[in-house]
């Protein structure tokens, strides 16, 4: 099985920076694209931010600019950080991933349990 573990979540004041990380573990051959996505209360969940293992990117229009993702292919490890928050920022931020498992021909996308960002005024 194949587990996507969050961290780096909490409460930070309007205008501070944090940094999200999640590491993907379990029988894992590859992991093409990994990312970030958020829910806000009362919304739908949306995307953030990806990034394929060769490092291309991809950002929702409003965190262009204001956030940096990367990733460390080695230790099958995504990173978000984002600068300059708003409370409007303020989501549960989940983790995604297609994962090639082993001995297996197609990946499977798979997501985090989410980690909690609040930002305060």
């Known amino acids: 099985q194949v587990q996507l573990v969050e961290s780096g979540g909490g409460l930070v004041q309007a205008g501070g920076s944090l940094r999200l990380s999640c590491a993907a573990s379990?029988?894992?051959?590859?992991?093409?694209?990994m990312g970030w996505y958020r829910q806000a209360p009362g919304k739908q969940r949306e995307l953030v931010a990806t990034i394929t293992s060769v490092g291309s990117t991809n950002y929702v229009d409003s965190m262009k600019g204001r956030s940096t993702i990367s990733r460390d292919n080695a230790k099958n490890t995504v990173y978000l950080e984002i600068n300059r928050l708003k409370p409007e920022a303020t989501a549960v931020y989940y983790c995604?991933?297609?994962?090639?498992?082993?001995?297996?021909?197609?990946?499977?996308?798979?997501w985090g349990q989410g980690t909690q960002v609040t930002v305060s005024s």
């Open positions: 379990g029988s894992i051959s590859s992991v093409p694209t």
């Open positions: 995604n991933a297609d994962v090639l498992r082993v001995s297996t021909i197609a990946p499977v996308n798979f």
